[in-house]
Each structure stands twice: as structure tokens, then as C-alpha cells.
């Protein structure tokens, strides 16, 4: 991801037999041999429910038909393939086996003449159970500033990183009480990406959206257990990990004035070592006001959840609320302040080259910090402060453009506005469901029944979080109107990131048949372990190649390496994880609404 694009290009690791582990009880299976199973068809590595739909996408197919078997190669269903109505980005036509009616529990794998078998897979309820808790297990192994012990990490544990208990104020963020060189304290908070650096702007969105699963599903949340350690102190395990960093977050504050530093980093990109290893001067660096929106969001949201946990958690929905206002405050006062790192760097020093996550627009921070500071307060003077209705885009969201989770936050909560609702909330509505059908329309006529493969513009720098939030935001239409078609191309999206793709991969590490061996994390190359860290998200593909490492193949849905040095395509960062997160578990919570017709 961005924060990469200055990081040096660094020795490739010796390729090593492809092994595939799991967190807890996953299932998995031995790589298989190149060009043997799995190479032909691409279907959800994990498997599938039984009363939901069950695609399987056959590549250069000479056969009319496929074969369902145990893994005794036994028959179990012979069903017709049928060619799809648009070739793939790669021009060519793909053949569709559709096993849909098929709901018998069990291991099974696909079998078409002339194009071999499928990588094994599973029909059984709760079928993402693992790589669901697997996805948001992954922030506990993104830990600063603790230890982590084999108890909890496995042959994964380490040494403490990055303790942030002796923090350097920068020059460019001095105040009347906090002058050049104060040390700090901000310890916690989860490393970005393949970096050990910390940011409030790419935290916030992550942070935000592990809370809103907990928020939109917590009946559900409230057993899915973690292995972490805090499990077990009444409060669910998702609260748990979002915790670790939100109390960081708390400790990103300017207590004097309000405003929010836009980062904890060292000035250089740590080197591809263990975090313990990690010894450079650490800074906060300048306030900004996509930061201090930011942050006044997830605190507010976060304010309104944690009030539920008053014995466990004594004060702090207070003083997250308390915090959201002040910061808010800092904005309204402040509200055009770019986080510029070029120009920082020409006044400043020492300069700064970890990522910048710089933004220029901040309509949609403005949006999104109002809209959660309403629903938490229900006064209605925050909205009354921003233009709701900017336009008519509806921007799906990443770190830069946070607009659709303001809108979502009005939306699902609409029912506790009574008279306070805004005019623009029918209109909202109206539009989140519009772009919904945007999504979904014509996905049943692409090479792969997705909506993720419907346009080439899909695939750039994070491609499979653009799967993943797409998924979200049909999960977000499906609550607002029942309409299945929603649950199952959000649940189609997740098919493809589990192996239903133009690459064959299953793109979460550890929970597939071909898994991403190498991703860009400074842990998984540093640890000694064959297996990278499991339940990390790769970037996907991406035909740019702005780390100079050459992909395969150019045509967008093929453009991906497994190749540590390649940043571009397989990074793995929190803001992609989250919304991974959120889908996997959202679908696991709502499997029992899932059915064959679309």
C-alpha cells in the first residue's frame, strides 16, 4: 500500500514448499503440484454453506460438464456447465458450474474433463467460522508494545516492539506546552501495514469499522472467541482487540488544544527485522484535520458502544465521548490544515518518509465525524454544521474517503432519531440502495459472477479491500432492505477472495488450498517461521507495479505476485483487514438467510 512507495527494494526470500496453517481448528490441505488440482477451476477454497449458493468458475473448459465428488472421487451430482455472457478482463470466456442445489454436508472437490480436479473443500454450516475470527486474530499479531506469548501467538510469538513510552514531540507538532523534543508516552496501538509505524488517519477507519461489526452484529460477536489475553472478561473479544488501539488513539490527543498528531513513526522505515529489533527515535508529527475528524468519529462511536460495558470499562465511554467533542472542536476551529509531509519536510527536521496519508478534501471527515457525534449525542447542531448531500457520488470508502460510513451510521440507527432525523435521511437511504443495485447489476453476466470483476478499474493499489468494502456496503443494503440479492453477491465477494479469481489464490494467508506465502510484513520475512503470520489479507492484484516487481501478467484480475518485495501487490495493512473482517463475520452471522436465488 502507500505507505511502501519510498521503502527500498529488498532481497527476495528462497522459495519454500507452500504449507497452509490455520489459527485454531481450520481445515486445510497440502499445496498441491503445479498444474494439478485447483489450477483450472477457482472456487471459495474454504467451501460453502449448505443452503447458500455454490459457484465454481472453469477455465479453457472442453467439457458440457462437471462432476461433484467425496474426496474418494465418488459422484455425488453431475451438473451442465454453462458458459458465461461476457469474457473475462483477459478477453477469454470462462464456464460456470453452479452446484447450488447441492446441501449435503461433507468434503468434497469438482471434477471437469479435460480441466482436472478442484483444490478440496467443505459443505458445513458456519463454514468461515475460522477464517472470520482468523481475520480479526490478525490485529493481536499487529500488537505494539507487548510481548507476544506462545499461549496466544503460537510458533508466531515474539518479543515486545515498539514500547512508545519515550515519544519525541516533532518540530512540526509543537505547542505552548509541548515544545520540540517533550517526550510523550503513547504505547498500544496495532502496526499499520508491512511497517511498525502508527497512524491515526489509516487507524480510524479500521478502527470504525471493527466497531460496527460489533455493532451490527453483536448477538454474534458476542461468541466469537479469540485467543487473546483478554479473553474472558465479559467483554467480546472484537471489543477486545479494537481496545488495544483505541486506547491508543486516546493518547494521539493534544490534551491542551484538542487536536490530533497524524502519526507515531520513526523517521525512517524500520528494516525488514522483528519489531524488538526496532530501536530508531519514534515521533508524533503535526496535527491535522483529517486526523482530528478521524479520531473524533471513532470516539464518538466508540463512546456510545463502550457505555455498555460501565463495570468493565468504568469512564471511558465518557471520556471517548469528551474527547470526540473537544477534537471536533479543534476542527471547526482548524478546519483546512493539510497533512503535507513534502512541505513538512523542507521546514522540518529530522524528515519524514514513512507514509504520509495525506489528504486534501476533508468534506467527507467533516461528514463522517458529525454523523457519529449525532447519533451518539442526538443533537442535532453537528449535522446542521456540514452539507450532508454534496453531491451525488457515493465514494466507496478507504482511508481517504470516509463519506459512506457517516451514512451508514445514520442510516442503520434512524429508528432512535424520532423527530431529530435529518431531511436528508429518505434521500440517503434511497441512495444506498441505489448504489447497491449499481454494484450487483450485470455482476451474473461476468467471467467469475462477481460484482468485484465487473470493471477493470477495480484492481489497483489494495484491490481484494475493494472486494471486501464492496461487500460491506451490500451487507449495509441488506439490512436496510431485505433483498437477498445483496447477501449473495456480498457473499459472491467473498467467494472471490477466497479463491474464486482470475489468480487462483486464496488471498488470506493460512486459510486456503494456495494461500500468499510471502506477503510485504516485516514479521512474517523476520521470524524464522515458514508460514507467514495467518489471517492477514494481501493487497490483490495490481498491474502498476509501483514497487518495480514485476507481476505475471498485466491483465488486471491476473496482476498478482506472491513476493515480499512486492509492496504493491502484497501488502498487507489494518485497512484491509477490517473490512475483510467485517464481511467474513457478517456473512457468518446472517448464514442462515442465505439462499440459492439471487
Known amino acids: 500500500m502507500n505507505t511502501e512507495y519510498l521503502c527500498k527494494r529488498l532481497l527476495c526470500r528462497i522459495c519454500i514448499l507452500m504449507a497452509i496453517v490455520a489459527i485454531t481448528s481450520q481445515n486445510?490441505?497440502?499445496?498441491?503440484?503445479?498444474?494439478?488440482?485447483?489450477?483450472?477451476?477457482?472456487?471459495?477454497?474454504?467451501?460453502?454453506?449448505?443452503?447458500g449458493p455454490k459457484i465454481a468458475i472453469v477455465l479453457n473448459s472442453k467439457s458440457e460438464e462437471f462432476y461433484l465428488q467425496t474426496l474418494?472421487?465418488?459422484?455425488?451430482?453431475?451438473?451442465?456447465?454453462?458458459?458465461?455472457?461476457?469474457?473475462?478482463?483477459?478477453?477469454?470466456?470462462?464456464?460456470?458450474?453452479?452446484?447450488?442445489?447441492?446441501?449435503?454436508?461433507?468434503?468434497?472437490?469438482?471434477?471437469?474433463?479435460?480441466?482436472?480436479?478442484?483444490?478440496?473443500?467443505?459443505?458445513?454450516?458456519?463454514?468461515?467460522?475460522?477464517?472470520?475470527?482468523?481475520?480479526?486474530?490478525?490485529?493481536?499479531?499487529?500488537?505494539?508494545?507487548?510481548?507476544?506469548?506462545?499461549?496466544?501467538?503460537?510458533?508466531?510469538?515474539r518479543a515486545e516492539g515498539?514500547?512508545?513510552?519515550?515519544?519525541?514531540?516533532?518540530?512540526?507538532?509543537?505547542?505552548?506546552?509541548?515544545?520540540?523534543?517533550?517526550?510523550?508516552?503513547?504505547?498500544?496501538?496495532?502496526?499499520?501495514?508491512?511497517?511498525?509505524?502508527?497512524?491515526?488517519?489509516?487507524?480510524?477507519?479500521?478502527?470504525?469499522?471493527?466497531?460496527?461489526?460489533?455493532?451490527?452484529?453483536?448477538?454474534?460477536?458476542?461468541?466469537?472467541?479469540?485467543?487473546?489475553?483478554e479473553s474472558g472478561n465479559k467483554i467480546p473479544d472484537v471489543l477486545n482487540e479494537v481496545l488495544w488501539n483505541l486506547r491508543w488513539m486516546l493518547a494521539m490527543q493534544?490534551?491542551?488544544?484538542?487536536?490530533?498528531?497524524?502519526?507515531?513513526?520513526?523517521?525512517e522505515f524500520d528494516k525488514m527485522e522483528m519489531p524488538d529489533k526496532g530501536t530508531q527515535p519514534r515521533y508524533v508529527v503535526q496535527?491535522?484535520?483529517?486526523?482530528?475528524?478521524?479520531?473524533?468519529?471513532?470516539?464518538?462511536?466508540?463512546?456510545?458502544?463502550?457505555?455498555?460495558?460501565?463495570?468493565?470499562?468504568p469512564g471511558l465511554a465518557d471520556s471517548c465521548l469528551a474527547q470526540a467533542n473537544k477534537a471536533w472542536a479543534w476542527a471547526m476551529k482548524n478546519p483546512g490544515v493539510v497533512y503535507n509531509q513534502d512541505a513538512m519536510n523542507q521546514k522540518f527536521n529530522p524528515k519524514v518518509i514513512t507514509g504520509g496519508y495525506g489528504d486534501w478534501n476533508f468534506k467527507d471527515e467533516f461528514i463522517w465525524a458529525a454523523s457519529e457525534l449525532f447519533v451518539t449525542t442526538l443533537n442535532p447542531g453537528?449535522?446542521?454544521?456540514?452539507?450532508?448531500?454534496?453531491?451525488?457520488?457515493?465514494?466507496l470508502p478507504t482511508w481517504s474517503q470516509v463519506r459512506l460510513l457517516g451514512y451508514y451510521t445514520l442510516v442503520k440507527n434512524s429508528s432512535a432519531f424520532g423527530a431529530k432525523a435529518p431531511a436528508e435521511l429518505p434521500e440517503i437511504k434511497r441512495r444506498l440502495l441505489a448504489f447497491a443495485d449499481k454494484l450487483v447489476n450485470g455482476a451474473d453476466e461476468t467471467a467469475y459472477q462477481t460484482v468485484m470483476t465487473k470493471s477493470a478499474r477495480n484492481f489497483g493499489w489494495g484491490s481484494n479491500s475493494v472486494a471486501a468494502n464492496q461487500g460491506v456496503a451490500l451487507i449495509q443494503a441488506y439490512k436496510l432492505s431485505p433483498d437477498k440479492k445483496y447477501l449473495n453477491y456480498a457473499l459472491a465477494n467473498l467467494d472471490y477472495i477466497l479463491g474464486r479469481n482470475a489468480a487462483g489464490y486464496s488471498y488470506v494467508t493460512g486459510?486456503?488450498?494456495?494461500?500468499?506465502?510471502?506477503?510485504?510484513?516485516?514479521?512474517?520475512?523476520?521470524?524464522?517461521?515458514?508460514?507467514?503470520?495467518?489471517?492477514l489479507l494481501a493487497g490483490g492484484p495490481n498491474p502498476g507495479m509501483q514497487d518495480k516487481i514485476r507481476v505475471p501478467s498485466t491483465v488486471p484480475d491476473e496482476a498478482y505476485i506472491d513476493d515480499d518485495r512486492a509492496y504493491a501487490a502484497n501488502e498487507i495493512a489494518i485497512n484491509w483487514n477490517a473490512p475483510f473482517a467485517y464481511l467474513a463475520n457478517a456473512i457468518e452471522a446472517l448464514q442462515n438467510q442465505l439462499n440459492t436465488s439471487k
Not at 493534544?254 to 523517521?267: M, R, S
Not at 453537528?382 to 465514494?395: E, G, H
Open 511 to 535: 486459510f486456503g488450498s494456495k494461500t500468499p506465502m510471502h506477503p510485504h510484513h516485516r514479521p512474517s520475512v523476520a521470524d524464522g517461521v515458514v508460514d507467514p503470520i495467518p489471517g
Open 28 to 51: 486445510s490441505y497440502s499445496q498441491p503440484a503445479t498444474g494439478s488440482a485447483g489450477s483450472n477451476i477457482r472456487l471459495n477454497q474454504l467451501g460453502f454453506y449448505p443452503q
Open 287 to 313: 496535527k491535522g484535520t483529517a486526523a482530528t475528524l478521524d479520531f473524533a468519529a471513532v470516539m464518538a462511536q466508540a463512546s456510545r458502544i463502550l457505555k455498555k460495558f460501565p463495570k468493565q470499562l
Open 72 to 157: 474418494d472421487k465418488k459422484n455425488v451430482l453431475v451438473g451442465k456447465l454453462k458458459k458465461s455472457v461476457r469474457p473475462g478482463l483477459n478477453r477469454s470466456f470462462t464456464d460456470i458450474a453452479d452446484f447450488g442445489i447441492y446441501n449435503t454436508p461433507g468434503k468434497y472437490q469438482l471434477y471437469v474433463p479435460g480441466s482436472g480436479y478442484s483444490y478440496p473443500f467443505e459443505i458445513k454450516k458456519s463454514v468461515h467460522h475460522n477464517v472470520a475470527a482468523g481475520a480479526i486474530k490478525a490485529y493481536y499479531f499487529m500488537r505494539a508494545s507487548i510481548p507476544l506469548k506462545g499461549k496466544y501467538a503460537g510458533k508466531w510469538s
Open 382 to 395: 453537528f449535522l446542521k454544521q456540514v452539507n450532508l448531500l454534496p453531491d451525488t457520488n457515493m465514494p
Open 162 to 229: 515498539h514500547p512508545d513510552t519515550n515519544v519525541l514531540i516533532h518540530p512540526s507538532a509543537v505547542s505552548d506546552k509541548r515544545p520540540a523534543g517533550t517526550s510523550i508516552s503513547a504505547p498500544r496501538g496495532w502496526y499499520d501495514a508491512g511497517d511498525y509505524n502508527k497512524y491515526i488517519v489509516n487507524s480510524g477507519i479500521s478502527t470504525s469499522t471493527l466497531l460496527s461489526l460489533y455493532e451490527d452484529f453483536p448477538a454474534y460477536m458476542k461468541t466469537v472467541n479469540l485467543n487473546i489475553p
Open 254 to 267: 493534544d490534551p491542551e488544544d484538542g487536536g490530533v498528531y497524524n502519526k507515531l513513526t520513526n523517521a
